[in-house]
């Protein structure tokens, strides 16, 4: 269930219509087959291309044979470096600044040097799919292979400080006196975590179908970001932007993997030129885990000292990461510790190993989801050595302002999170020693963890008119990758316009529209939302400026300077019409207004002000004190996220996320080899996700508060705050189950069992 509790009371709207769990605009759509995903757009003369990847992970093509794949039948083109239109070089290792790793040129087939495993060394383009495929068996490579490096563990020591970390983030932060702090205390923890590469496997695979007219190109591709997706295929193709169009209205899920374009966006690109004819090509499964990005493996040390109170003196969290020898990315891991509990003395380092596999990208929660992993065990580590409940111990290291920046908080409830989730769960029947609770062979155990996560804003631009029935249509190049953009715009529309859902709809997914910051960084609902909020502001005024001047209104004259726009009518004073009516009268060909919001680096309050989400995350699991086997019992979490928007779509934000938190914490894995640089377990037979039988009841709960820093609507994001903490939360609660603590993920049988206690029968 999902559930608010009353906490600081939002804002009244005007209708009301924010704030109600409305069901999705979509889900018809989706249930009818009609809500178009990018392979499923058909043109006339569509042309099918197939990706050969290379079969060695560092080296040159010495030689490629293609004959006999273009004596295949069917065959229309086969593509490689040998004569694939010209593309600028990739560029490089570092981009000048963050927006350009973005927009950034992205070649394919440029060159006869392989930078990894699977890079594509080829492209067959045939009248089927089936054509392609096969006739790509055909061609035969020969390679130059290099020795690489795929060891992130055996060259830590070659590690290298980074310029900066994802998003800007500065790489390093040093407060006080951390070792002096460390070396004092009576109280410590060092403790090393390791994380795993891990894969996005959103449902819907990466596709594009490309066609040209004239010189103008138009895409339909699976994309997060139309502008940065429009952008680096313009920068690839050495054309004007304006040449691009992106058209993206239904996602089948991203998670970060859809942020840039890939090899099936540049390639269809390329080869629908040469052949003057549209070319559709996706990745296969396979094929994605190679190219379309990954969270990098990751190596954490946590270190936490306090005195004999309990009370933190220093915070250490110091990570190595590996990363591509040709394109750098460092994930953020360290940077929410730097404002989530209170310690004098403090440091956070960043690390990166450069290995010869493709480069890391963003994945759900960057940084706070393993970062939150290793971080959240620390501290429960450091609870049981004190003796201290975990939550109280989060508690006595509440900060009163933003520990390293110095600033107060927007809004902070994380205490409230925890106290209200401790309530709700049952906390205080938790057995604080390990391995005493127990149900026949079952070992039972409670765990918690704390979530933090920034709040975001882009910059936005949104559309709106309205014509003389009173339909309202707003257009923006945002995206809906399933988190339910279409709904939350319908209600902002429908709510500051006062008029019915059924009045207002919601056009995306286009790059013809005004640009918006897509969907990332959970900042899609508030940056394309405070977009359209502005723009229907713009739009009343419009109409309220005719109504009080056009001879036509029947609101001619009305000085009243409080108006309304409410139950589809305009109010002005006393004196009221229909809106319908009243355009219908002022203006027969309708009204249209543009609204604007800057990136929240523009906005004072996000310099003045800490602001982030918080939440606390309960996990319930039993473990079979026989074979090992934990399964999941229940899950709870308790979010101040600032005002929500639709408590339904929130709900399955929240229990997506901890769903994720669970595959983290138990399953998910991508295993590189060693030897030879490839992903081993590349497809969703070997890389395990939670599915049905993983998950258990699931309680989300929201504390109702109201950021007025945030945005217009005091809203915060929250599609990735519900995987921060949650595979903490999990793997605590295993260890309070068995007393085994497992600091290499994901906690799998062959790390658990051999160190079971033996308990009698």
Same mark, same amino acid.
Request: with cysteine; hydrophobic share 40%.
């Given at each position: ?65 293609? /004959? ?29 600044? @963050?927006?350009? @790793? ?38 035969? *490579? ?145 094929? &994605? ?8 493996? &990751? ?10 109170? %309990? ?106 999170? &925890? ?17 005493? /609770? ?78 918006? /910051? ?71 060909? %309708? ?46 979490? *308790? ?16 229990? %997506?996320? &901890? ?35 993983? @998950? ?25 705050? %519900? ?34 206690? @033996?308990?009698?029968?």
């Amino acid at each position: 269930m999902a559930e608010t509790k009353t906490s600081n009371r939002p804002r009244e709207t005007r209708s009301g219509i924010i704030g109600r769990p409305f069901d999705r605009i979509d889900g018809p759509l989706k249930v009818r087959g009609d809500a178009t995903y990018a392979y499923e757009n058909t043109l006339e003369g569509t042309a099918f291309g197939y990706i050969l990847g290379a079969a060695v992970a560092k080296g040159r093509i010495a030689e490629i044979d293609t /004959a006999e794949a273009e004596r295949a039948p069917a065959v229309l083109l086969v593509m490689t470096h040998r004569n694939a239109p010209a593309q600028p070089d990739f560029g490089p290792v570092v981009t000048p600044t @963050v927006p350009e @790793v973005f927009t950034r040129a992205r070649p394919a087939l440029n060159s006869e040097r392989v930078r990894y495993y699977d890079e594509p060394v080829a492209l067959v383009v045939a009248e089927t799919f089936e054509a392609a495929r096969a006739a790509a068996g055909l061609i035969k *490579v020969r390679y130059d292979e290099e020795p690489g490096l795929y060891d992130l563990s055996g060259h830590v020591a070659d590690a290298y400080a980074p310029k900066r970390t994802n998003a800007g983030f500065e790489t390093d932060s040093v407060i006080g006196d951390f070792e002096s702090a460390f070396a004092a205390a009576p109280v410590k923890v060092d403790a090393t975590y390791r994380t795993p590469f891990e894969h996005h496997n959103p449902m819907e695979p990466h596709a594009t179908l490309a066609a040209w007219s004239g010189n103008e190109l138009t895409i339909h591709t699976s994309a997060q970001t139309l502008a940065n997706f429009r952008a680096g295929v313009a920068s690839t193709l050495r054309i004007p932007p304006e040449r691009v169009r992106i058209i993206s209205p239904f996602i089948g899920g991203g998670f970060g993997s859809k942020l840039i374009a890939h090899a099936d966006t540049i390639l269809a690109a390329l080869a629908a030129k040469v052949l003057q004819r549209p070319v559709k090509i996706a990745l296969t499964r396979q094929q &994605m885990f190679a190219n379309a990005g990954h969270r990098a493996e &990751m190596i954490q040390q946590v270190r936490l000292s306090t005195g004999t109170d %309990g009370r933190l003196t220093g915070i250490a969290h110091d990570v190595w990461s590996a990363t591509s020898s040709f394109e750098e990315y460092c994930e953020q891991t360290a940077v929410f510790a730097r404002s989530l509990y209170a310690a004098p003395n403090r440091v956070t380092r960043h690390r990166l190993v450069s290995l010869d596999i493709n480069r890391g990208e963003w994945m759900r929660s960057p940084g706070e989801a393993p970062g939150m992993l290793a971080f959240e065990c620390a501290m429960d580590e450091l609870a049981e050595r004190l003796g201290l409940d975990p939550i109280e111990l989060r508690i006595r290291n509440e900060p009163a302002q933003d520990p390293e920046r110095g600033v107060p908080f927007s809004t902070r409830n994380l205490v409230a999170c &925890m106290e209200e989730g401790a309530r709700r769960f049952g906390w205080q029947r938790r057995n604080p020693t390990p391995g005493r /609770a127990r149900e026949g062979r079952k070992l039972i155990g409670y765990g918690m963890a704390a979530a933090i996560r920034p709040n975001y804003i882009g910059a936005a631009t949104a559309r709106v008119a309205i014509d003389r029935d009173g339909r309202v249509t707003a257009r923006l190049d945002m995206t809906d990758i399933g988190t339910g953009t279409y709904t939350i715009l319908t209600q902002i529309a429908a709510d500051s316009l006062g008029v019915p859902i059924s009045s207002v709809k919601v056009e995306l997914g286009d790059s013809r529209f005004p640009r918006t /910051a897509g969907s990332g960084g959970s900042w899609g609902a508030a940056s394309a939302g405070s977009a359209l909020h502005n723009a229907c502001n713009a739009l009343r005024e419009r109409i309220l400026q005719a109504a009080r001047s056009s001879e036509a209104s029947p609101l001619r004259g009305a000085g009243a300077t409080e108006a309304s726009f409410a139950d589809g009518e305009v109010r002005l004073g006393q004196r009221s019409a229909s809106l319908a009516d009243l355009v219908r009268r002022i203006a027969p060909d %309708g009204f249209e207004a543009e609204g604007s919001v800057a990136a929240g680096a523009a906005n004072p309050s996000y310099k003045a002000y800490s602001q982030h989400s918080y939440g606390a995350h309960f996990a319930e699991v039993a473990v079979d004190c026989d074979t090992g086997e934990i399964r999941m019992r229940r899950m709870l979490a *308790v979010m101040g996220a600032g005002r929500i928007l639709n408590p339904k779509t929130a709900r399955s934000q929240i229990i %997506g996320g &901890m769903t994720w938190g669970i595959g983290a914490a138990l399953m998910e894995q991508t295993v590189l080899d060693r030897r030879y640089g490839h992903f081993v377990n590349h497809d969703l037979a070997e890389y395990h996700v939670p599915i049905n039988g993983d @998950v258990p009841e699931m309680e989300v709960v929201f504390l109702e508060e109201h950021d007025d820093k945030a945005n217009p609507f005091g809203a915060k994001g929250i599609g990735e705050l %519900g995987v921060c903490g949650a595979g903490a939360a999990v793997a605590n609660a295993i260890y309070n189950a068995t007393g085994v603590r497992v600091r290499d993920f994901p906690i799998t049988l062959d790390k658990l069992l051999p160190a079971l206690p @033996v308990i009698a029968i």
